[in-house]
């Protein structure tokens, strides 16, 4: 890659290369200041007159410390000319016309008598040699790597001829550290297909991109479109599906407005480009402005979604920010992590069970959050089916203690963390959080405290989610592993969920259940296909999917509301929240009693009590006990 770099034959001292400028600009001055007076009279040498030339040769050295100083004062010497553009050759006009400036008062000061047009000329070819000597190296650049450079590298198309595009290409052309080469773009643009962009065809539509793969034996398709509407880029992307290219995309326009845009930016399709969706957006000042000043406790702070609250929360001052997790290595990475980014964060980092209540009464004693997100949860399904006991003890009693804290010691609001799972749950985790629901509309009723509660579906890339488990078993030659061909699945962003749970906090009066509306769910098998094509495999040869049978205690579908709910809408129209579901919070207050003492002896049969206090709840393959164990 290396023999493909120019700057190889440049001098490696940056004052050795100021000096070759300097001199090079010495022959510009002198060269100019000939060829203004050969110019003037028809190039013809002998029909100078002499005392011109007299003049003209005599002021020569004055004009020479002049140009030079002009270059100096104006930092000529230490501008990056390898990557000058239109701002750089407007800087190469100015001091050649100041320098031209003080070459006529100086020659007028000194009664030397000279053509006016020689000015002119003069000025006009030290600005055409000036710009030839800074911009050579950009000139070589463009004229002489493209020839070469069209023979290394996988082939690319790039989908976008426009500004990131163009960008894309440049780079290409010129970093030695970029692997590959365009052989054609596709734009959407009528006016600018079959344009050239730097020396590259737009060859058509994005409806023309699998036949212009096939036929151009393309090997990577790079998706320069980051501020397309997410359904445009996933029509794309499932194109592109089409061609067997591996595709890579880049992420988006903050890219362009921080001048960002690189080879290095582009990253793989992620199953996020094929929800087909906008992401949630909500003005994060306004929402968290409740935050400003307040002290606030996230439990569970170091898991996907608690991490993420605690980044956001971190950024809009609070008085106090409580990381509360019993998993002391997450909670030293963020503890890093925060510090780093916020040295002024008032920030303390605890370790601890929400199980334990002398632990959490001791924590809400000291600091007296303002605000609590509750988010620490076992949520393994098949796992928590395997140890119900445990699934209860942790979310169910770690949520009430806590509620139970918040509310002896006078938080003003307390936002559950729930899941999808809860609605009509066929397993021990998902009845839990219904359990946890449950908790918060009791505690509400008579606590001044508000408490709500959030409920979305699955988080891609979150611990634990099918996204990473896919990808690790495509990097490994597969299989693939599906439960079932029919398996559907809503999903959202990490960061979309934490904007629902701080827009809840917002929002809560008290007793709510706020539901994303997250759009069409997708299948899982749809979206283990698609990560197989995307990258760069042929479904059925590379790489198999195998259906290895639902899980215990798992859904083939997910609901994110009971029928008795209802719907009532919020300012946003992506949120609403689920009218909560009368029960007898008396009579459930002694269930949990007889629960807490079920789970606490590990009783075998803590799946018939859960049914008792959840009639919704509905085990599959079971008849309501804990199979036995062996």
Not at 512 to 530: Q, T
């Amino acid at each position: 890659m290396s023999s493909y770099r120019l700057d190889k034959y440049l001098p490696g001292n940056k004052r050795v290369r100021m000096l070759v400028l300097m001199t090079a600009d010495i022959g510009v001055v002198c060269l100019a200041s000939f060829l203004g007076l050969f110019i003037r009279f028809d190039m013809n040498v002998h029909r100078i007159p002499k005392e011109y030339a007299q003049a003209v040769f005599a002021y020569l050295p004055f004009y020479v410390l002049a140009t030079i100083a002009v270059f100096f004062l104006l930092r000529m010497y230490a501008t990056m000319w390898s990557v000058a553009g239109i701002r750089e050759a407007g800087h190469i006009v100015g001091a050649c016309g100041l320098a031209s400036l003080l070459q006529i008062a100086g020659m007028l000061m000194m009664e030397m008598k000279v053509p006016r047009s020689y000015y002119v000329l003069s000025f006009f070819v030290l600005c055409a040699f000036e710009g030839i000597v800074r911009l050579s190296y950009r000139i070589l650049t463009s004229v002489a790597l493209p020839g070469k450079y069209q023979k290394r590298g996988s082939r690319v198309l790039i989908v976008g001829a426009g500004t990131s595009g163009a960008v894309i290409l440049k780079e290409m052309l010129t970093s030695p550290y970029a692997q590959g080469y365009v052989v054609c773009f596709v734009d959407d643009d009528k006016n600018k297909i079959g344009k050239i962009l730097n020396g590259v065809l737009v060859a058509g539509s994005r409806n023309d991109i699998p036949k212009l793969a096939e036929k151009l034996a393309i090997d990577e398709i790079y998706i320069a479109m980051p501020s397309a509407p997410a359904k445009d880029r996933k029509e794309i992307i499932e194109i592109c599906r089409e061609t067997g290219c591996r595709v890579k995309i880049l992420p988006g326009i903050y890219q362009l407005l921080n001048g960002e845009i690189s080879v290095s930016k582009l990253r793989e399709v992620e199953i996020e480009d094929l929800l087909g969706r906008e992401s949630v957006q909500v003005n994060m000042d306004e929402i968290l402005d409740y935050v400003n000043g307040k002290v606030v406790l996230v439990t569970g702070g170091g898991g996907s979604i608690g991490s993420e609250l605690c980044r956001q929360i971190a950024g809009h001052h609070p008085k106090q920010l409580i990381v509360f997790d019993v998993y002391e290595n997450n909670a030293y990475d963020l503890q890093q992590e925060l510090n780093d980014k916020f040295p002024k964060l008032n920030l303390s980092v605890l370790i601890g069970s929400v199980r334990n209540t002398h632990r959490i009464a001791s924590v809400f004693a000291q600091y007296r959050p303002d605000i609590v997100y509750h988010a620490a949860a076992h949520k393994h399904v098949p796992l928590m089916e395997d140890s119900p006991n445990e699934a209860i003890k942790n979310n169910v009693f770690g949520t009430y203690k806590t509620a139970k804290a918040a509310d002896k010691y006078g938080a003003k609001r307390f936002v559950l963390i729930s899941t999808d799972k809860a609605v009509n749950p066929t397993n021990i985790m998902g009845a839990s959080k219904r359990m946890c629901e449950m908790v918060i509309q009791m505690m509400n009723a008579k606590s001044k405290t508000d408490f709500v509660a959030v409920r979305f579906g699955n988080v891609l890339g979150s611990n634990g989610s099918v996204i990473p488990l896919f990808k690790k078993q495509i990097e490994q030659g597969g299989p693939v592993t599906v439960t079932h061909p029919d398996i559907i699945r809503y999903f959202m962003t990490i960061p979309e969920a934490v904007s629902l749970v701080l827009q809840a906090g917002a929002y809560a009066k008290g007793g709510e259940i706020f539901v994303l509306d997250m759009g069409e769910p997708v299948k899982i098998v749809d979206l283990a296909k698609n990560l197989i094509r995307l990258s760069g495999y042929k479904l059925g040869e590379d790489i198999q999917i195998k259906f290895t049978g639902l899980r215990p205690g798992e859904k083939l579908y997910e609901e994110l509301l009971m029928k008795e709910e209802g719907m009532q809408d919020t300012p946003n129209k992506l949120i609403h929240i689920g009218k909560p579901i009368e029960f007898d919070m008396d009579a459930f207050g002694r269930q949990l009693d007889r629960l807490y003492e079920a789970a606490n002896l590990d009783s075998e049969d803590i799946r018939e009590e859960v049914r008792r206090i959840v009639p919704t709840y509905q085990p599959k393959g079971s008849s309501g006990s804990e199979r036995k164990r062996t």
